[in-house]
């Protein structure tokens, strides 16, 4: 893969080599791994906010600064309701976000989120990279589609274009396979969700795309991985 933008997470930059992400959904397991009681089992962990609920304190601000001065990298996500979060309000979610990226090496937002170009405006202010996601529960576009989202996601030099949809059929991977093999010029991540999408999580990070979610406490998602098994897997081939 070529990146004429290219772009790091913390100290990992995002290229040929797999980066596991692990989601972790509870502060629990977030202040284990601040505190070195947990291994995180993967490259970056990525904290689902929506589902550890941030407030009523900044506590868990603390905990990702720890957790990085430890030497991984910690991406905060807040996901809307309306692609499959539990967050309802944007001008919550703009300021916690907004305190992440201060703290935090990355953040993701949704492409369709109103606050998605203020966030990406911040990001490159903050000199880090975002990730900007979008999500298809229900089926899996064809390629032209695909490629016209991953396109108008890179509005900025520093995002990093994320594409999660629904796996249903055979034709729904060898579409994600051909759209992972598609050199945008900066790393880009590719998800196949579902029962049938769970091989899409492992095989398109050896195709084209940077980044592998799995999950560290409890899954965040449909068809995610064991981290740990992720990591095994990269690390045989």
């Not at 202040?31 to 304190?57: F, K, N, Q, T």
């Not at 170009?117 to 903050?126: Q, R, T």
């Not at 998800?191 to 799995?214: E, F």
Request: aromatic share 2%; charged share 20%; with cysteine.
């Amino acid at each position: 893969m070529t990146n004429a933008h290219p772009i790091s997470i913390g100290q990992l930059q995002l290229g040929n080599v797999p980066r596991v992400v692990g989601t972790t959904i509870t502060r629990q397991a977030l202040r284990e791994l601040a505190s070195g009681a947990r291994e995180p089992h993967c490259d970056i962990v990525e904290l689902r906010l929506d589902l550890m609920d941030p407030a009523p304190d900044d506590a868990w601000l603390d905990d990702a600064r720890s957790l990085q001065q430890r030497g991984t990298p910690v991406l905060a996500t807040m996901r809307a309701e309306f692609e499959g979060g539990h967050a309802a309000g944007d001008a919550e979610r703009r300021t916690t976000l907004l305190q992440a990226q201060a703290a935090c090496a990355c953040i993701d937002i949704e492409s369709r989120s109103v606050i998605c170009m203020a966030l990406c405006d911040a990001a490159l202010e903050h000199e880090r990279p975002i990730i900007v996601s979008y999500h298809d529960f229900d089926a899996t576009p064809g390629v032209a589609r695909l490629t016209d989202v991953l396109h108008n996601m890179c509005t900025h030099p520093n995002v990093i274009p994320k594409i999660a949809t629904m796996v249903n059929t055979p034709d729904d991977i060898a579409i994600l396979s051909e759209v992972a093999a598609i050199d945008i010029g900066r790393p880009k991540c590719l998800i196949g969700m579902g029962p049938m999408g769970v091989s899409t999580r492992l095989d398109l990070a050896t195709q084209g795309s940077a980044l592998a979610y799995g999950f560290l406490d409890a899954s965040g998602a449909p068809g995610q991985i064991a981290c740990g098994d992720m990591q095994r897997h990269f690390a045989s081939l």
